[in-house]
């Protein structure tokens, strides 16, 4: 996307889209039962694979999760008084550093806060999310990257035993995570009796986009040059485009909890590996059936199931038989998502949406409410229609038929991006994000969305989300 047509999204903003309905059990989501949950299982170990890997994005700091900290580190509100007051709970508490807990006075509190975010003490304020202690266990603390080492050998082994993951981060933040990783992987791998394989990965510059200010001009520096902000996680498909494996699953690096509820966490991501596999070789199925002979019978039997199992109704399709066939293996033959949707309890986030494509055919989508016109009535109604949002937990096929990677790059929608309001330098801006890696990202996949319980969703948006049970032992 050059400069002037990024700017030009600034002035023209980006098209609505058209929302049908939202994504609920009734039509869209799949609410499994136990029959149809253990055949998933059974079909993610079983199934032939062209390799597993964990796609972690972690490339952001911490700072947002230490925002009411910092607010209240020099007259401390109630965020610093609770931490201070229950610091024995958190996994970085070191007596040696802190002290011993108690309420304290405006005083302690200041300096539990400092020696939490700045180099006084440990120093949060500036490091990566992923390399902060989030849990203790009787023998040691683990951080939220330790914690998905863990996952990945409960239920994303190869069958010769290593693990792979992909870690997205900042480049400045690359020992720290090497660090962390050294930490622990001789003791994990001979605890697990696994082989790690942990690649980190960075967001190319090249994706960063430019900002404007209020008058969509070019934001100018101090300086005098021209304002480039990392685009958000949508800037991730270039990243995942590269992954060899086929199977992915994909999750946030703050969506953890201690290892007590990993078998309900690793039941229900072999399920979402289970319906993702199922799904593609269902698809898989129907492709080579086409190469030997599109009939009729077998046309409609596409369509069916393309509207009952993916939500893909068309509006019309064209008459002939070859022109009909080439449309509908257009959408059998592109990338798989299978994506875990938790029931909605308040949490923030996007949710699952049917939509209605440029194309005139509806697809499962998911959206962030910033993309949804709230003006028009049946968008609004959608989104106040809707049950269920979504946890960043899905699992990916990224081959064809024929065994071949997919270029994910062409099955991104760039008119699904969107514009955020920042700061710099003391001054207001308009900055660009890309279609995010799980919306507009993903625009152009197949999608299933399947139901899966909250307790697999354990997200730490705040330092004090810590203290939830699912994060203390």
């Not at 390399?131 to 040691?140: A, K, M, T």
């Not at 010769?160 to 660090?179: A, Q, W, Y």
């Not at 995942?240 to 229900?268: F, Q």
Request: charged share 25%.
């Amino acid at each position: 996307m050059t400069i002037e047509e990024q700017i030009n999204y600034f002035k023209q903003g980006f098209p609505w889209l058209d929302v049908i309905a939202p994504a609920r059990p009734d039509r869209g989501i799949e609410v499994m039962d136990e029959a149809a949950r253990d055949a998933a299982v059974v079909y993610s170990e079983k199934a032939s694979v062209g390799g597993r890997l964990k796609f972690v994005p972690a490339s952001g700091a911490a700072s947002r999760m230490f925002k009411d900290i910092f607010a209240g580190m020099d007259r401390p509100n109630d965020a610093v008084r609770r931490l201070t007051a229950e610091l024995g709970r958190f996994a970085f508490y070191d007596p040696a550093l802190f002290g011993t807990p108690t309420a304290g006075n405006d005083e302690e509190c200041m300096r539990t806060a400092r020696l939490l975010l700045t180099d006084e003490g440990l120093g949060y304020g500036s490091k990566p999310k992923g390399v902060l202690e989030f849990h203790r266990y009787p023998q040691e603390t683990r951080t939220a990257f330790a914690e998905h080492l863990v996952e990945g050998q409960e239920y994303m082994q190869n069958a010769d035993g290593s693990v792979n993951l992909c870690v997205t981060i900042s480049p400045e933040h690359k020992d720290l995570f090497l660090e962390a990783l050294e930490k622990v992987r001789a003791e994990y791998e001979k605890r697990y009796d696994v082989r790690y394989n942990v690649e980190f990965t960075f967001q190319d510059p090249a994706t960063n986009t430019i900002a404007v200010d209020m008058n969509d001009e070019p934001f100018l520096c101090d300086d005098g040059s021209r304002l480039f902000r990392p685009a958000g996680h949508g800037a991730l498909i270039y990243n995942l485009n590269k992954v060899e494996e086929e199977l992915v699953s994909i999750k946030n690096i703050d969506n953890v909890a201690v290892e007590r509820l990993l078998p309900v966490t690793s039941l229900y991501k072999k399920v979402l590996m289970g319906r993702a596999l199922q799904l593609r070789d269902t698809i898989f199925g129907y492709l080579r059936r086409l190469d030997e002979e599109a009939t009729p019978a077998l046309l409609d039997e596409i369509q069916k199931w393309l509207e009952d199992t993916l939500c893909i109704r068309f509006d019309s399709l064209p008459n002939g038989l070859e022109t009909r066939a080439a449309v509908l293996r257009a959408k059998l033959d592109r990338p798989i998502r299978v994506c875990g949707m938790v029931r909605n309890l308040g949490e923030p986030g996007g949710g699952p949406f049917i939509v209605k494509g440029s194309d005139g055919s509806t697809s499962l989508q998911i959206l962030e409410s910033a993309q949804i016109n709230k003006d028009n009535p049946v968008a609004a109604a959608a989104l106040a229609g809707a049950t269920h949002f979504n946890p960043v937990d899905l699992v990916c096929c990224l081959r064809d038929y024929k065994g071949r990677r997919f270029d994910l790059l062409k099955h991104v929608d760039s008119n699904t991006g969107f514009i955020s309001y920042k700061s710099y330098q003391g001054r207001e801006l308009k900055a660009l994000e890309l279609p995010g890696l799980w919306n507009g990202s993903m625009s152009d996949w197949n999608t299933l969305f399947v139901e899966v319980p909250v307790e697999t969703f354990n997200p730490v948006k705040v330092v004090l989300d810590l203290l939830r049970p699912a994060h203390q032992n």
